[in-house]
């Protein structure tokens, strides 16, 4: 079946700081993953996506993503954290076992990144 | 430019009440999704329309739920005999074409509580 997995419920950053978020992922052909993350108050928001290509992918607000086939990972990172990055942030991956072209995706359980001033 | 929008915000429901909650997509968006989103859960798949067909809903959790695109653009999501294991947050998002790996653009939610 495939899943995803974000094993920190909640990750704490000083301003200024490198981030990661975790997520891992089982599937059982290609993975397509996405990060998305949501603001209080307002719905969720598209931030990258892996199809192929090149492993590191970069996304909105200057965060990237690095896909590690062996590790079956997709942590999502930024070089220097600003307090408004501080949300919630959940990792998806389409699930290729739907029928035809109607391909959910399949959610992780979210983190909540506080970036301290 | 506008995006997904959904009313109402927030909906309180007496056990076994019936509701409709609806979402307005991205004008011109052909693909349409419903999630339901539990307190400390991520979203999760309810159904799913290519225009005003339905072509996956598998994710709908028992028969008194049920949602429509009749005219390929609005949606509603209906609830029969709300049960208090329906509270939470129903998110619609839309994306503009059939391709299953593209952006999807979502709604604030509707936060459904069921007393």
């Known amino acids: 079946a495939q899943s995803v997995a974000q094993p920190e419920d909640q990750v704490n950053v000083a301003e200024g700081n490198p981030l990661t978020v975790k997520c891992t992922y089982s599937v059982s052909g290609n993975p397509y993953l996405f990060w998305y993350v949501q603001y209080p108050n307002r719905g969720l928001q598209f931030l990258l996506k892996y199809i192929t290509g090149d492993n590191l992918v970069k996304g909105s607000y200057g965060f990237e993503a690095e896909f590690n086939k062996s590790q079956t990972s997709f942590h999502l990172k930024k070089p220097s954290a600003l307090v408004s990055d501080s949300a919630l942030y959940f990792c998806a991956v389409r699930d290729m076992g739907s029928p035809g072209n109607n391909r959910k995706l399949i959610w992780g359980l979210g983190t909540s990144l506080a970036v301290n001033p | 430019g506008a995006g997904v929008s959904q009313s109402p915000r927030y909906k309180v429901a007496k056990r076994g009440q019936d509701v409709a909650l609806r979402c307005d997509p991205i004008?011109?968006?052909?693909?349409l999704f419903w999630y339901q989103q539990a307190l400390g859960q991520g979203p999760e798949f309810l159904t799913y329309?290519?225009?005003?067909?339905?072509?996956?809903k598998s994710g709908l959790p028992s028969d008194r739920f049920f949602a429509e695109r009749p005219e390929g653009s609005v949606s509603t999501l209906k609830i029969q005999r709300t049960q208090q294991e329906d509270s939470a947050v129903y998110l619609c998002?839309?994306?503009?074409?059939?391709?299953?790996?593209?952006?999807?653009?979502f709604g604030p939610g509707t936060r459904l509580t069921v007393l």
């Open positions: 004008s011109g968006h052909v693909s």
């Open positions: 329309f290519q225009n005003e067909a339905q072509l996956d």
């Open positions: 998002a839309s994306s503009l074409g059939r391709d299953p790996l593209s952006e999807q653009f």
